[in-house]
């Protein structure tokens, strides 16, 4: 969802559309050692792609959701400008708002 892939090798399209699986399957295929594969067995990428879909959807939004002021507040002042304005323009609302019924997103 909001990560940072770089890679200097063309991947195919797939990097395009997910370009951190993309590199984790490269470089399993590229050096992982036969039978000790990260991505091994029939069952591996179907399972992989949906804990990273899960992780993504769900609790990265609720971390988010929970930190988003107290990683504001940990933020040298330069960067705080930026991350409030950029995370308030997504949410539609101030950081404040949208952390201040937090304590009942907890599992």
């Given at each position: 969802m909001y990560s940072?892939?770089?890679?200097?090798?063309d991947l195919q399209s797939a990097l395009l559309e997910n370009p951190s699986f993309a590199i984790a399957e490269y470089l399993d295929e590229t050096y992982g050692a036969p039978g000790n594969r990260l991505l091994d067995?029939?069952?591996?990428?179907?399972?992989?792609?949906?804990?990273e879909s899960w992780s993504q959807t769900q609790l990265m939004l609720w971390i988010e959701q929970w930190a988003?002021?107290?990683?504001?507040?940990?933020?040298?002042?330069?960067?705080?400008?930026?991350?409030?304005?950029?995370?308030?323009?997504?949410?539609?609302?101030k950081l404040e708002a949208v952390i201040a019924d937090r304590v009942t997103l907890l599992p």
């Open positions: 940072l892939a770089t890679m200097r090798r067995g029939p069952h591996a990428i179907p399972l992989t792609r949906f804990v988003l002021v107290d990683i504001h507040g940990m933020l040298g002042k330069k960067d705080q400008a930026y991350f409030r304005q950029s995370r308030e323009k997504r949410m539609g609302k």
